[in-house]
């Protein structure tokens, strides 16, 4: 990779990743909303071009003459998290933007597209085909996420562009500033509410900002072409766990009340999160543990919460 594209570079990953990519000497031509370019305006090495997704499709004309681009990545994507995860509107429209900016990197001859898929993808499958199974509404992010992961692929391979796919793991470290459920979980303890979870059985994987950015720089780098790959800590454990040591973090006395909120889902298997097909084809692995992590991410959330 010498120039790659970006869509959503100004979010926690986009911009993390956009470091990662300069790091490694690598021009970046970054996709963002009007006037919202947050701290990657200050990075070396990057061109920032403005857009609404909805206006992707007229880019070429503003891009073409710029350099030539080999990657794309594209990591936009509206409403992902709150009401809107069961907005169909907005799933359904992301779908469309997908397909849009692939279109795009054609136009564009671009050979490689980094397409960003979720965990919720996993989730959906293995429960919402059931029978009887009743989905919550935020399932349509799920559903939205694997039709745009197939549809992208189909258009991918009709126009020649290489399909690389990353199944994002929970991501957690310092400048996050979403509701995910590292953050959710340290708030709620730091607040001194009652600490209620499900009993936390379900297996979970949470990987820290720093790991996952490297490992959709190897996607770019090394994934193989049709490829779907997840990008985790590669030691999944179960979600009480985590629980125990998010607390440890904070304060071991904190009294933790599993099991009083119900759990509408299913366990995925250790297998769905391991990490071992990512570090065979690219050559990735995990570097921070997550007792390192959470304590990083707990002392940068004291401060920016008092």
């Given at each position: 990779m010498k120039n790659v594209l970006i869509s959503g570079a100004n979010g926690f990953v986009g911009t993390n990743l956009v470091k990662k990519l300069i790091e490694e000497e690598i021009r970046v031509t970054a996709l963002v909303r009007p006037g919202n370019a947050g701290n990657i305006m200050g990075y070396p090495n990057i061109d920032i071009v403005y857009c609404e997704l909805k206006e992707i499709k007229q880019?070429?004309?503003?891009?073409?003459?710029?350099?030539?681009?080999?990657?794309?990545?594209?990591?936009?994507?509206?409403?992902?998290?709150?009401?809107?995860?069961?907005?169909?509107?907005?799933?359904?429209?992301?779908?469309?933007?997908?397909?849009?900016?692939?279109h795009l990197a054609h136009s564009l001859n671009i050979k490689r597209f980094i397409g960003a898929g979720t965990l919720a993808e996993y989730d959906g499958l293995a429960y919402i085909?059931?029978?009887?199974?009743?989905?919550?509404?935020?399932?349509?992010?799920?559903?939205?996420?694997?039709?745009?992961?197939?549809?992208?692929?189909?258009?991918?391979?009709?126009?020649?562009?290489?399909?690389?796919?990353?199944?994002?793991?929970?991501?957690?470290?310092?400048?996050?500033?979403?509701?995910?459920?590292?953050?959710?979980?340290?708030?709620?303890?730091?607040?001194?509410?009652?600490?209620?979870?499900?009993?936390?059985e379900q297996n979970y994987d949470f990987v820290y900002i720093s790991d996952f950015v490297k490992g959709l720089y190897l996607l770019g780098k090394n994934g193989k072409k049709n490829c779907e790959y997840f990008i985790g800590s590669g030691k999944p454990r179960k979600l009480k766990e985590y629980i125990l040591s998010i607390r440890n973090a904070i304060d071991e006395n904190i009294e933790l009340f599993m099991g009083e909120i119900p759990f509408n889902g299913v366990s995925l298997g250790c297998d769905k999160l391991s990490t071992l097909k990512l570090e065979r084809d690219t050559g990735y692995k995990a570097e921070v543990d997550f007792d390192e992590g959470i304590s990083q991410t707990v002392e940068w959330l004291r401060k920016i919460n008092n």
């Open positions: 880019l070429c004309d503003r891009l073409k003459d710029k350099m030539e681009f080999d990657t794309m990545y594209h990591l936009a994507w509206a409403g992902t998290s709150g009401d809107g995860r069961a907005d169909y509107d907005i799933q359904c429209d992301n779908i469309k933007y997908t397909l849009d900016i692939i085909p059931q029978d009887g199974a009743s989905p919550n509404p935020v399932a349509m992010y799920a559903a939205a996420k694997i039709s745009a992961h197939y549809m992208s692929k189909i258009e991918c391979n009709r126009l020649g562009i290489e399909h690389v796919w990353g199944v994002f793991s929970n991501i957690y470290g310092v400048g996050n500033t979403t509701n995910n459920f590292v953050n959710f979980a340290v708030k709620l303890m730091l607040s001194g509410k009652r600490a209620s979870f499900t009993a936390g």
